[in-house]
């Protein structure tokens, strides 16, 4: 397996609150991706991270923003969070773009926020 | 606008028998068509992937097929054992531009 961990693996908290959901990878991959997967929708894009300080956004960005201040680390911050951003996070990472991008998934973390 | 479309949630096989995923999708772009493949409380993982100038490629167990004037690709195991009970993700890519996924069935293979 990859070496991506993401943290927390389950957290509950309730609307309005700030959240981050940290990923830490031991790959040293150039490209980190925040996913949320969500019933009938299967895994959709939030920001994603092309190197240190280089990040752009996703198709389903508001609400969130990212930081990537070291190549190992990507930080997704929920500033305040609300249900509809009840969901299940990955995190992903891949070390080429342009011909088969194929990505290596975290284990995910279980959001609830009431 | 669903790019990639897996329109059956589910569905359910007999060990050794054939499964067959199917995935259709809208955007002539797409370079590369992958596979993901997700267990419960996992991530999902790359399971096979073709590109748009193929029509076939195969490993294994796992076939892909794609018929480009139809915009239409499938998944075929042969043949499928319990431990391929998961969900399984279809996914777009064209150069540049990033991930498509579908919305994923979930196989359940049964002894």
């Known amino acids: 397996d990859a070496g991506i961990t993401q943290s927390p693996r389950h957290k509950v908290t309730e609307t309005g609150t700030p959240v981050t959901l940290r990923c830490h990878q031991t790959e040293n991959h150039r490209y980190m991706y925040w996913y949320r997967q969500d019933p009938g929708h299967g895994l959709r894009l939030i920001h994603y991270s092309y190197g240190v300080k280089d990040t752009d956004k996703g198709e389903v960005s508001d609400g969130y923003s990212v930081s990537r201040s070291k190549t190992e680390d990507f930080l997704l911050t929920l500033e305040s969070a609300t249900s509809s951003q009840t969901s299940v996070y990955f995190c992903?990472?891949?070390?080429?773009?342009?011909?088969?991008?194929?990505?290596?998934f975290g284990s995910g973390t279980q959001l609830s926020v009431l | 606008d669903q790019q990639v479309k897996q329109n059956s949630p589910s569905l359910s096989v007999q060990e050794g028998r054939i499964s067959i995923l199917n995935c259709d999708y809208t955007?002539?772009?797409?370079?590369?068509f992958l596979w993901y493949k997700k267990y419960p409380a996992e991530g999902p993982t790359f399971l096979i992937s073709i590109s748009s100038i193929k029509d076939k490629n195969e490993d294994g167990r796992f076939t892909v097929f794609l018929n480009k004037s139809a915009k239409h690709l499938s998944l075929h195991i042969v043949p499928s054992q319990p431990g391929d009970s998961a969900v399984y993700f279809c996914v777009g890519y064209n150069q540049g531009g990033k991930l498509i996924f579908g919305q994923g069935t979930e196989l359940s293979v049964k002894p």
């Open positions: 992903a990472i891949s070390d080429q773009v342009g011909t088969n991008e194929k990505l290596f």
């Open positions: 955007n002539s772009m797409f370079d590369y």
